[in-house]
């Protein structure tokens, strides 16, 4: 059974940083893309960012570029999402995902963890 489990979220102020961590279980992921989403409360879910766990290559959705650094480790199995310069507007639950395909789209990927909630205080 494959398990993602997301750690390291909190309240935090404005220009704060945090270090998401996501546990994964059940399966290795070398053939996956490893992502972020993140919603926000009356909002769609909504990419953040994701790592191909082969190559280690990343994309990232516009409004953390430059802000928010996703990296693996391929011994402990797990994916980090590096948040610096934190804003209110990144207040959200924000949910580890894992999928077979390069994409931005919730829908193309087939495990979730539970969500861990990141708060930013102005």
């Known amino acids: 059974q494959v398990q993602l489990v997301e750690s390291g979220g909190g309240l935090v102020q404005a220009g704060d940083s945090l270090r998401l961590s996501c546990a994964a279980s059940g399966r290795t992921f070398n053939s996956y893309f490893v992502g972020w989403f993140r919603q926000a409360p009356g909002k769609e879910r909504e990419f953040a960012a994701h790592?191909?766990?082969?190559?280690?290559?990343?994309y990232y959705a516009g409004s953390v570029k430059g802000r928010f650094t996703i990296s693996r480790d391929n011994a402990k199995n797990t994916v980090y999402l590096q948040m610096n310069t934190l804003r209110p507007e990144d207040t959200a639950v924000y949910y580890c995902a894992a999928g077979r395909r390069w994409s931005t789209m919730r829908n193309d990927y087939e495990y979730w963890g539970q969500g861990t909630q990141v708060t930013v205080s102005s």
């Open positions: 790592i191909n766990w082969s190559d280690r290559t990343t």
